[in-house]
């Protein structure tokens, strides 16, 4: 005879299997010889430029909305995987300063236009303030010449493409899904980043990239949310693995 407690807990379990299958959309069937190439294509991009550990650059940022367009010279220091210092300026003059260290993120208005202030998080999202819906990290990411592709335990090509220039990325129990996107060439050109219900969080498009010494770094990226936000980002110079100070990551208030 079962008692109670065993009664309870296989019922326990058996609603967790059930919630959680429910959750976790089925993985199709696919071809696991082409499934061996997505994964060494989507490993290849996780991979990209992972020898960039710091930068430093300046370049554009144009942020467009349904009701306005608002351009920026940008300046930034970065390190590898949650320390950021931007700059916005206009005019060539600073305006908006953000720093992040991976415990906290701080703004700072060089017009006055409100006071130092800090909220403590290991990698805020950055809609609120740039627009699109993507994290910090994904930024610093970008900004250090990488790709934003995250974990993942599955890789395989989208079975709605024939051509094979789309990988879907997909981590167990994350509600979070990803799609690499290459051009004929063989170069990823995109990434399309969705939630559990298939909705799109943003899209990422590469249309130009800039070689280097040390390799080649996307420099004109466009970034847009599911409203039609979009940031523009064209990059004008790069430094790769810079020496930083950690000091670069403190504000005073006088900027």
């Known amino acids: 005879m079962i008692n109670q407690n065993s009664l309870s807990s296989l019922i326990y379990s058996i609603v967790f299997i059930l919630i959680f299958s429910g959750c976790a959309p089925l993985r199709p069937s696919t071809n696991p ?6 994964l060494l294509f989507a490993n290849q991009a996780q991979s990209f ?3 960039i550990l710091a930068s430093k650059g300046t370049g554009w940022a144009r942020v467009e909305t349904n009701t306005k367009t608002d351009k920026f010279k940008i300046a930034w220091a970065a390190v590898f995987p949650n320390k950021i210092r931007i700059t916005f300026l206009m005019s060539g003059l600073p305006i908006e300063t953000i720093i992040a260290t991976g415990e906290k993120i701080t703004f700072f208005s ?3 236009e409100h006071p130092k202030t800090s909220y403590n998080s290991k990698d805020p999202d950055m809609k609120n303030y740039i ?5 910090i990290s994904e930024m610093i990411s970008i900004l250090l010449g990488r790709l934003p592709v995250k974990n993942f335990d599955n890789a395989y090509f989208s079975p709605s493409d024939s ?3 789309s990988i879907i990325l997909k981590q167990k129990w994350k509600g979070e899904t990803q799609s690499l996107c290459f051009n004929d060439k063989g170069k990823i050109d995109g990434l399309i980043s969705t939630n559990l219900s298939g909705e799109l969080l943003y899209e990422m498009k590469i249309t130009q990239y800039k070689t280097y010494d040390f390799g080649e770094i996307p420099v004109t990226i466009e970034i847009k949310d599911m409203d039609n936000r979009k940031l ?4 004008t110079s790069f430094q790769a693995n810079p020496a930083i100070k950690d ?3 403190r504000l005073t208030e006088s900027g």
């Open 131 to 135: 627009q699109v819906p993507i994290k």
């Open 163 to 165: 051509s094979l220039s």
């Open 232 to 235: 523009i980002l064209d990059i």
């Open 49 to 51: 430029n992972q020898h």
């Open 247 to 249: 000091t670069i990551f």
């Open 33 to 38: 010889l082409l499934d061996k190439k997505a």
């Open 110 to 112: 060089h017009t006055g």
